[in-house]
């Protein structure tokens, strides 16, 4: 069953509930979502681009550090009280008339 972005916030958000210590302030979820994405550039980096793993580095695949990133970033929004449903909505009202004509369409024929 597909989960709803708003059902992984609360999931999210009883994990989190369950410890004492709560969400980390913003600056450090900052922190750390910039270190996820820094992990996931590594990963891009060695799977196409010209950095080769050393042997010794652990296997990490693309897929978990964006679940990372998507963690961390429901952790954030979870902390300042953002629905990310509403985020996505807005962000696509942007795209779609905004930026509606900055790409090239592909021809629907």
Known sequence: MEKSLAEMQREVDRYISQFKEGYFSPLSMLARMSEEVGELAREVNHRFGEKPKKP??????????????????????????????????????????????RWTKKDTD
């Open 56 to 101: 010794s580095e652990a296997d990490n695949s693309i897929e978990l550090e964006l679940g990372d990133i998507l963690f961390i970033t429901m952790c954030f929004a979870n902390s300042l009280g953002i629905d990310l449903t509403e985020a996505h909505d807005k962000v696509m009202h942007k795209f779609n008339t905004r930026d509606k004509d």
